[in-house]
Structure formats: C-alpha cells, structure tokens
C-alpha cells in the first residue's frame, strides 16, 4: 500500500551512511597559519626586550685610561681578566687539587672588598695541547709568577691561595690559549701584586 508515493512496508535496505559535512573553507586554514605566526612573532620580540633588559643589568667594568686599573665595577668573562684585575667570583673557592667552572666574574676596583686576584696571564700556542698545559707546564709557570709578582706579605700568608683559570674546553682553548694565575684570599681592599 502506498501513502503519498511512499511505501508503509519497511525498507528491505538499512540505511547509508549520513551525507559528508560540506569541505571547510580555506579562510579558516589561512587564519591559523596567521595567527601562528603572529604569536611566533609576538613570543620573539618579547625574548629581544628581555635579553635587552638582562644583558643592561650587568655593565661591563669601567677601566682607567692611564694604567687600565679597574675604576668601576662590573661583569666580566672570566678569559678577559687582565693581570692585577681583583674581583669576585660569586663562589668559594674549589678545595685544593679540584675544578670549579666559572664563567663571569665581578671586576672591582683593588681598593674594594675582592676574595679573588689575577696575579698574570700566560699565553701559549694554539698547538700546545690543553690537557698536557693543565697537567705539566702550567703551575709551574704560574709558581714563577707568583715569585716574581706577589708581595712578600701574600706569598708568606696561608690564607692566600694559589689557582689558575683554564679555558674549559679544546674548542676554547683554541680560541683563547692562555692561562690566568690567580689567588683566592679572604676579603681584602687592597692589592696582593708586590
């Protein structure tokens, strides 16, 4: 029997799956791709203004044009001490015959409460090689420096402490061959240099 051109027996068929949504349009794909990009954006101006921010917080030391003494405080790498530079590492001293990595170090004037000093700095080849350097040659001429250039007082006094700065690694040591003689002392305001 039919009713208004339809059947009423039930259909001998199940019924098919439902009809596919209609395709997305591209705007939508095109504003993601936007608004990914506008945050990436957003995300690396925002790292320049910090990195501006942080690298003003820590000025580099103000040296005196006549002899190159350190006349203000500030920052410094610590391959770029000079010889008679005082200065703070921020950390107590390695205990003897250990290592302890720095990287910068606060420069002061000598006249300032320091626990560190820069006694000289020995410069070698770039094909002198850093362990043999570490291992054999360097306290020995760090230990001719510390004769030639620390007052009597500091090289009697126990509580100095002799100590180099090595570049950390052969990549830097390729760059940058050179070993500072350092000594480590309780805070002082005044030069160890004789």
């Not at 626990?115 to 043999?132: E, N």
């Not at 040659?137 to 700065?165: E, H, P």
Request: proline share 11%.
């Amino acid at each position: 029997m039919y009713q208004n051109g339809q059947s009423t027996y039930p259909s001998p068929y199940p019924p098919g799956p439902p009809a596919p949504p209609p395709p997305r349009p591209r705007r939508r794909v095109l504003k993601v791709l936007l608004g990914i990009f506008g945050g990436g954006m957003l995300l690396l101006v925002a790292l320049v203004l910090l990195g501006s921010v942080v690298g003003k917080s820590a000025p580099a030391p103000t040296r005196n044009a006549v002899d190159g003494a350190t006349e203000k405080a500030g920052r410094l790498s610590a391959i770029d001490l000079r010889p008679g530079d005082c200065y703070n590492a921020g950390q107590l001293p390695p205990e003897p015959g250990s290592t302890q990595f720095i990287s910068t170090v606060e420069v002061v004037p000598c006249t300032t409460p320091h626990t560190d000093q820069v006694i000289d700095k020995i410069s070698y080849r770039v094909a002198d090689d850093l362990d043999a350097v570490r291992d054999r040659r360097a306290g020995a001429d760090c230990d001719k420096a510390y004769a030639a250039k620390l007052s009597a007082a500091a090289a009697k006094d126990a509580t100095v402490q002799r100590g180099l700065i090595l570049p950390r690694d052969a990549a830097t040591w390729a760059r940058h061959p050179v070993v500072a003689c350092t000594v480590s002392h309780p805070s002082r305001s005044t030069s160890v240099l004789g």
